[in-house]
């Protein structure tokens, strides 16, 4: 597709436009299902479906929405519209033809019953009707905040007797391993590869606020030397001079007191605060912890000049700016942090089992995002445009004028 624009202010107002336009749109489905003897609630939103039509998830026509499923005791359906509308984004920024939608219940994953109340609210979305598999455009559950992976997947599927109603399932009942193949790390990896080498830097040092399974993934598939890593569990900041391969696996396979243990003989632990591993001087930062890490109170404390996003919103719209103008270039989350959505895609489309299903997954995904980013540095680097919004403008064409 060309650009529908010739300098900066015009890629401006095309991409408001087009934010305007998808702000303004109402979801497509909304359900709330309940039953009262059990203390059970819980909803499910589907927010587009035209993106989907004339894909492997054309539906008859009726296209199809998807997302994961949230499981805490004060989710509300206001909470499940927000994150629907996020995943219309996201699935449509990663050039994905599927729409957005997403699921919750309000229930507590440290209480007795927490698997039997999951189990009677997919059954109650079942009777529903809204399933994709039933004709429906509810695309299925998925893992989100609360879930207790693979649990989640198993029930599902044993409750329902199909293995399409829940993506990221192991690889014996039809999954990628998500979970264990670090496909989301794998994607934000990939895409800080492409904003590495648009800056013509072949052996780049990083740092890693996050060392959880997004942050751990990154550290294992990522192409450089690292050089700071920050989470709480290692009690903070440490910098790190050459790491042995011993402490790289360490932490990358989440093996945490090994980690420690070698931490503790070649790091230099420099503060107990995790946060701080942001400020170190790397080549790219990857924040893979929470949202709203960077803002305007710190982005001028950032030395790197590449920054990589594998949390989700890690920098606020303020932050955004400033990085801007400081000429620090930042590929967001909505086109690095992706891996989790392209698995659940091909979990819905791909004939293939086991093994040949998550190598499938992991190289879509690898595709999908050096894709996706290459044509966000492109559009960056001629224009001279935030990088969050020309994600947001990719996202937004994409809903309205197709993939």
């Keep these: 597709m060309t650009d529908p624009f010739a300098n900066a202010d015009e890629f401006y107002k095309v991409q408001k436009d087009l934010a305007d336009r998808f702000h303004a749109m109402k979801p497509e489905l909304e359900v709330t299902v309940r039953d009262p003897d059990m203390g059970v609630e ?17 539906n008859n026509g009726r296209g199809m929405g998807k997302g994961g499923t949230r499981t805490i005791p004060n989710v509300t359906l206001d909470d499940i519209k927000m994150l629907a509308r996020g995943m219309a984004e996201k699935n449509a920024a990663a050039g994905l033809p599927m729409g957005g939608a997403k699921s919750g219940a309000r229930l507590d994953n440290t209480q007795p019953d927490y698997e039997t109340k999951y ?20 695309g299925g559950l998925g893992y989100d905040v609360g879930c207790l992976p693979p649990n989640n997947a198993i029930w599902a599927v044993d409750e329902l007797g199909t293995q399409t109603c829940h993506t990221g399932k192991p690889l014996d009942l039809g999954g990628t391993d998500y979970d264990r193949e670090g496909i989301a790390g794998l994607g934000v990896a990939v895409a800080g590869k492409v904003l590495t080498t648009s800056r013509k830097i072949s052996k780049p040092s990083f740092a890693v606020q996050g060392a959880g399974a997004m942050g751990a993934a990154v550290i294992r598939y990522f192409e450089g030397t690292l050089k700071a890593v920050g989470d709480p569990k290692y009690g903070g900041t440490w910098l790190l001079d050459h790491p042995s391969t011993d402490l790289v696996h360490a932490l990358a396979y989440q093996n945490t007191d090994k980690a420690k243990e070698l931490l503790a003989v070649e790091g230099k632990h420099i503060s107990p605060d995790a946060t701080d591993v942001l400020y170190q001087d790397a080549d790219i930062i990857f924040p893979c912890a929470l949202q709203d890490v960077i803002t305007a109170d710190n982005a001028g404390r950032i030395r790197a000049k590449l920054i990589c996003e594998g949390a989700n919103h890690p920098t ?88």
Excluded at 42 to 58: C, H, Q, S
Excluded at 124 to 138: H, N, P, R, S
């Design 42 to 58: 819980g909803y499910a939103v589907v927010w587009n479906t035209k993106i989907a039509r004339g894909g492997p998830l054309d």
């Design 119 to 138: 189990r009677r609210f997919i059954r109650l979305l079942k009777d529903a009707g809204i399933f994709y598999e039933d004709g429906g455009t509810f």
């Design 316 to 403: 606020t719209d303020d932050a955004h700016v400033m990085l801007h103008k400081m000429g620090v270039v930042t590929i967001p989350d909505i086109i690095a942090n992706v891996g989790g959505i392209v698995a659940a895609y091909v979990e819905l489309t791909s004939d293939r089992q086991g093994a040949e299903k998550a190598k499938a997954a992991k190289d879509f995904t690898i595709s999908k995002v050096g894709e996706n980013a290459a044509e966000l540095m492109r559009i960056v680097d001629t224009y001279g445009v935030q990088p969050d919004k020309v994600g947001d403008y990719m996202a937004h064409r994409n809903i309205f004028y197709g993939i």
